[in-house]
């Protein structure tokens, strides 16, 4: 008895770029992520931890606005990158989901 999959070289093409194709689409993911030139994971933990704090306190803006705006005051520019971001990009805490440091 023949292999399918061994015996059909467009079988097993297709089911290569099958494979592929679900670990990129899974694997993937384009989130935001914030970065300031020199900085390190440890700043920026510190950094979104105290605007996170600030971020509740705020009055008239939303807390996910406030929080945003603090780090931007701080030097910090929000991007789209994909996962996983190169060195110097850190996950803040946002509406995405959850929060991790990178």
């Given at each position: 008895?023949?292999?399918?999959?061994?015996?059909?070289?467009?079988?097993?093409?297709?089911?290569?770029l099958?494979?592929?194709?679900?670990?990129v689409?899974?694997?993937?993911?384009?989130?935001?992520?914030?970065?300031?030139?020199?900085?390190?994971?440890?700043?920026?933990?510190?950094?979104?931890?105290?605007?996170a704090?600030?971020?509740?306190?705020?009055?008239?803006?939303s807390?996910?606005?406030?929080?945003?705006?603090?780090?931007?005051?701080?030097?910090?520019?929000?991007e789209?990158?994909?996962?996983?971001?190169?060195?110097?990009?850190y996950?803040?805490?946002?509406?995405?989901?959850?929060?991790?440091?990178?």
């Amino acid at each position: 008895m023949k292999n399918r999959v061994r015996g059909d070289p467009k079988a097993w093409l297709a089911g290569s770029l099958a494979v592929v194709a679900i670990a990129v689409g899974t694997g993937g993911c384009a989130r935001h992520y914030w970065s300031k030139p020199g900085s390190t994971a440890e700043q920026f933990a510190n950094d979104s931890r105290e605007c996170a704090r600030d971020a509740v306190a705020a009055v008239g803006l939303s807390m996910q606005q406030a929080y945003r705006d603090c780090l931007a005051a701080r030097g910090y520019t929000r991007e789209k990158k994909m996962d996983p971001p190169p060195p110097g990009f850190y996950r803040g805490i946002d509406d995405e989901g959850r929060s991790a440091s990178r």
